[in-house]
């Protein structure tokens, strides 16, 4: 594994990646240890992080997840979505697979910002859901893009991938990325009741691809 500061790989295939390799470094976490790796973006200098478990340049399709940044669920285990259980959930998968990556990019709130998210969040308070929340603030529904994610993913080797996602929006982009999906594998978490309204418009209207069975 190469791993000097700022160092920049050539993909042979398409001649460059969108983003460089910047840190590295091991990483112990009460899931097991992973290999914990900074990447920068070369057009907008957006940080991401990716959590690698074993050798994913192995010839056997990796385990993979793209994570939105979600400072309310992952750092403050907010009830109002399942981001920060889906978190814990895939480190638990790759840890019990031994070879997998997850990718951690910071588009918090789909894009929007910290900010933002919390103005949308008092939308919600007056009965508005997460999409309409973000359209009355002047947002698309969904800002995202995982173009760079993708990168991520390349320059670690990773080619065929077992994807951890009820999205399928990432299935789509990192396939027109030029990745090989082979497997998507569900990660749904049996939903709190005050995170139940969030994921049933997520299913109903943004068509992710949850069953949603039960409440807690």
Known sequence: MRNSQSEEYTDRATGGFSVTKEAEANLPTEYGPFRIIGFRSKTSGEEFVALVKGDPTEDRPVLARIHSQCLTGDVFHSLKCDCGPQLQRAMEMVQADG???IVYQQQEGRGIGIINKIRAYALQDEGADTIEANLQLGFAIDHRSYD??????????????????????????????GLEIVERVPLEIKPHQTAFRYLQTKKEKMGHLLQLNGIF
């Open 99 to 101: 070879t997998g990556v």
């Open 148 to 177: 760079e994610c993708a990168d991520v993913l390349k320059l670690l080797g990773v080619r065929r991938v077992r994807l951890m996602s009820n999205n399928p929006d990432k299935v789509r982009a990192l396939r027109e990325a």
